[in-house]
DNA sequence: CTGAAAGCGCTTACAG
DNA sequence: CTGAAAGCGCTTACAG
């Protein structure tokens, strides 16, 4: 109710007691009296004292703040992970502080370096992935680093994701099963582990049963990009009967673009994602997609953020989550089909 | 390169120099010589020196961090306001400590706490407002706070919307204009500016033409509340030919809707919505839509905010922004329209 | 241009 | 249980 500038020390003189006897108050767990703690409520409530949280931080040399680096909002997967991320930290008193950085390593250098300079307790980067130069800083600084939905082998950062390559090969044996015999790849960034372990598990399973992929293209993860190479997939002399996308951001603009075309899903061409965003639930859409299971890699990345920095010698954790395959009515369901 | 614990008088010590020079180095637009420059710049570099951001908060008194207040992220119009926003504040050297609070006076209470704790240089609010308690303890602390995408009469907080009135009533003339005669709404939550201020608009030129809604239903933002909203509009035994939907995100929810029951759009209702997100550009909706235009409502939220921050004295701004009415396939248009 | 000193608002051993 | 004192890492008058 007052003027914003308030300290410990006005209200220690305010109540007629030590600057420590009010810290003491507003630290859970400290030693003080039922009187003393009256005294000192009575008199920060008349002036609307508040510790002073970068003080504290200073001092304690915990900020409490953890770091979020994000790239892209525009696929729906992100907003979602970030709301549930944000609550979760919340929850366990923890604040964030968040940066947009588009994928290079130069923009991220820049967030990271200002990340350390606000004395962040940890670093989640969603979707990004980290040069050896920048996880060494942040290692040598002793800022523990999770990334999620985004492995990095040998960098020695923790990594949350969905069992990627698993999650590929389910496709690709739906598809299989469902009678589909020329196969096509619309893949994930080929320069992110996701779209590559998807991909891969997808070609392996392909190739367990004989087959290949009649047609592999980057999607770049990227909705025009992804539309296109659906054109162009449809306009060759063999068009594809199934089409695995990398995401389910992309397979909306691919179902977008066959419906331009007039292609019929699945009764010409099935097609499936990755993800299972609250869009594929959608009537327009309605898209067989893998589901990433957001909620438990989610609480994974806390939990594993968190050990780490409670625990310095936690050691580095790389977590995969598995997810089922969400039959909905883009792709044609197999007699029988059991999961 | 280093420990990570690194201070300026380390840096001061291995360079032979006091405190005061290295921290002017670190100042842009303290006076150093050249030479001096250099000699820190070699010695900081080499043990890997980064100024502590939180210690010069506290010193300088100005954190350049801005609290970031966001309700919900499922409507796509917030991830993308979110992205451009940080980008925006990014660039001009701030950072953003984000929150998710539920729109209750509760959870914001907590949040606006948590905020003043950490000495925010100034507050955004994205679809949120604030009690006159809570704007009453942001005033009293000095900081600023900025409504994005909502108003607040009364408050004595800065607001930044589009021109949601005038917005309602093109929808009105529009429809209109096409022919339009039992024309439904499926208004924006009562309970926020944005949705009161569109759906008096659309009533106020309704009624200049001697009409009135046929029918109004709150939709409160939600899908479910708004796909429920558009079959009993349907069901009755005079269903509208044409529907105004308080946001985007609902009219996905009322196509999505109408697709189920069968009813063709435009061919037997007309569908406008309120925002245009992306998605309403997308082939599944190509939803006729107002235009709110995001990055001019980013620029001149962060101008406003970044306004008062440097001077206090600065006058509460209220700013409507303009914007277009685009015409897509979701509603029948008019012969010879023009805006 | 440079340095010694004070101080931002807190927490935390250390005594009592 | 309580208080006096030191110190977290910086910036900024104030002298020189």
Not at 299 to 316: F, G, K, M, Y
Request: with cysteine.
């Amino acid at each position: 109710m007052s003027d914003g500038k308030v300290t410990s020390l006005d209200v220690a003189r305010a109540a007629g007691v030590s600057q420590s006897a009010v810290s003491r108050v507003f630290t859970p767990g400290a030693s003080v009296s039922k009187t003393m703690e009256a005294k000192v409520r009575k008199a920060a409530d008349a002036l609307g004292y508040r510790p002073n949280s970068l003080a504290r931080a200073m001092i304690t040399g915990k900020s409490r703040i953890i770091g979020l680096v994000v790239a892209y909002l525009d696929n729906p997967f992100y907003p979602v992970a970030l709301e549930r991320l944000s609550h979760a930290l919340q929850e366990r008193g923890y604040h964030i502080l968040i940066f947009m950085a588009n994928n290079t390593q130069e923009a991220i250098a820049q967030v990271v370096d200002d990340l350390l300079a606000y004395q962040v307790d940890g670093i989640i980067t969603a979707s990004v992935s980290l040069s050896g130069d920048l996880a060494a800083q942040c290692a040598s600084a002793g800022i523990p680093v999770v990334l999620f939905n985004r492995g990095q082998p040998g960098s020695g950062l923790s990594s949350i994701t969905s069992a990627n390559v698993e999650g590929g090969g389910k496709v690709a044996r739906f598809l299989l099963e469902g009678g589909h015999r020329r196969i096509a790849q619309i893949a994930g960034w080929q320069g992110s582990s996701t779209g590559q372990d998807r991909s891969r598990g997808f070609v392996a399973a392909l190739q367990e049963h004989g087959m290949e992929p009649c047609a592999t293209i980057d999607g770049m993860y990227d909705r025009d990009t992804a539309a296109q190479a659906a054109r162009s997939l449809m306009a060759g002399a063999d068009p594809p009967d199934a089409i695995f996308v990398g995401n389910d951001h992309m397979a909306f603009a691919v179902l977008d673009a066959l419906r331009a075309l007039g292609v019929p899903v699945p009764g010409a061409v099935s097609v499936v994602g990755y993800d299972d965003v609250p869009m594929a639930g959608w009537a327009s859409y309605d898209l067989t997609t893998v589901r990433q299971p957001v909620n438990r890699m989610v609480e994974a990345t806390v939990e594993t953020l968190l050990a780490q920095i409670e625990d310095a010698d936690r050691p580095v954790q790389k977590i995969e989550i598995d997810g089922p395959l969400i039959l909905r009515g883009s792709a044609r369901i197999p007699e029988g089909y059991k999961q």
